[in-house]
């Protein structure tokens, strides 16, 4: 099928600014309902099964926003770059973590227009991915799945884990360990370590690594700031933190346990496995946006802050 798409991506109201300088540049072919290079009209319009159209190059930043070789975001459209693609390790095109894009007849001449499956489905669209000739593992955060629920957000009586020590590290100042901290900070150059003992009692159960994150009128003995996109990058890492730990120590990420975009007034459910009973964990939470965040760590009602809920 000849026809042309465009690449429509629908996440709202993220901006980035790119910086050509850190991005990988890429060619795609489209698999699935419709097939073949995807070639670039002089407009920026993309069309697959036009074998005179060269493949159109594709540049994929550090913040995971794609533009064309002509530096168009979200190509056609010319807005701003969405974030949130990556490629992955075996090279698919990968929007919000998922490898399903969809293309939808536009009804006048033929053509298909791409949608990330986020977007409200048209009539007529098959399901299409979308390969990349390179920048495999090109990732920006895998985003958090929402899988059931795990243990759930709610803190009650003996099912949750406070955090034992907080360190926050700064890449503006790779040195100096800062020692521990009753808040939780992330910042451009802050990140903020959260070790957790988790209890031989807790042998054979569900643990859940779940951010609270309530409205300031709901606390009491607790504050906070924030500012930005409220983007935030939650890692597992392979060992724990101490009060020596500094930027330029601090243990390595075990597992990208993938990206929050908080607000106040939400609880996210971040990543559920089974209680590592009788050890100690820890999870970094640090900036994958403009998040300016500054809370003091309180299970005092609300509660605020990085816990793990246990069921
Ligand atoms: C902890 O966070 C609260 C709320 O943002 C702030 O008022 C307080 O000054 C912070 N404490 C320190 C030691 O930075």
């Known amino acids: 099928m000849k026809g042309f798409m465009t690449l429509v ?9 790119v910086n050509r300088g850190d991005s990988c540049c890429f060619h795609l072919t489209a698999s699935g309902g419709a097939s073949g290079p995807v070639g670039q009209l002089s407009d920026g319009q993309n069309r697959i099964g ?3 159209l060269s493949p159109a190059d594709f540049c994929i930043d550090s913040n995971g926003a794609i533009t064309d070789g002509n530096g168009r975001g979200c190509i056609l459209t010319r807005a701003t770059p969405t974030p949130g693609f990556s490629v992955g390790s075996n090279g698919q095109l990968e929007f919000a973590g998922s490898a399903n894009f969809v293309a939808c007849e536009t009804g006048d001449n033929g053509g298909l227009n791409i949608y990330s499956t986020l977007s409200n489905a048209l009539s007529q669209c098959k399901t299409i991915n979308l390969m990349a000739d390179s920048c495999s593992g090109s990732q920006s955060p895998p985003p958090t799945p ?3 629920n795990g243990c ?3 803190l009650s009586s003996g099912n949750f884990e ?6 926050p590290i700064d890449s503006s100042s790779p040195d100096t360990a800062f020692g521990t901290s ?11 370590i959260f070790n957790f003992d988790i209890p031989q009692s807790d042998s054979g159960k569900t643990c859940s690594l779940v951010f609270l994150f309530p409205n300031k009128a709901d606390l009491q003995t607790s504050s906070f700031s924030f500012s930005g996109d409220g983007k935030i990058d939650v890692a597992k890492l392979a060992s724990v933190a101490t009060s020596q ?9 075990a597992e990208d346990l993938g990206y929050i ?17 009788g050890q100690a964990i820890s999870f970094e939470m640090k900036n994958a946006g403009s998040t300016d965040l500054d809370f003091f760590q309180d299970f005092n009602p609300a509660p605020i802050g990085l816990f793990i809920t246990v069921c």
């Not at 991506?9 to 600014?17: D, F, K, R, T």
């Not at 106040?264 to 496995?273: L, Q, R």
């Open 146 to 148: 929402q899988p059931n």
């Open 9 to 17: 991506a629908s996440a709202a109201g993220v901006h980035a600014l």
């Open 152 to 154: 759930g957000p709610i």
């Open 245 to 253: 730990t500094n930027f330029n120590n601090a243990p390595s990420v």
């Open 50 to 52: 036009d074998n005179s």
């Open 182 to 192: 009753f808040n939780g900070t992330v910042t451009s150059t802050i990140s903020s």
């Open 261 to 277: 975009t908080i607000s106040p007034g939400n609880s996210f459910v971040i990543s559920t496995f089974s209680c590592p009973a």
């Open 162 to 167: 406070f955090p034992h020590l907080i360190i």
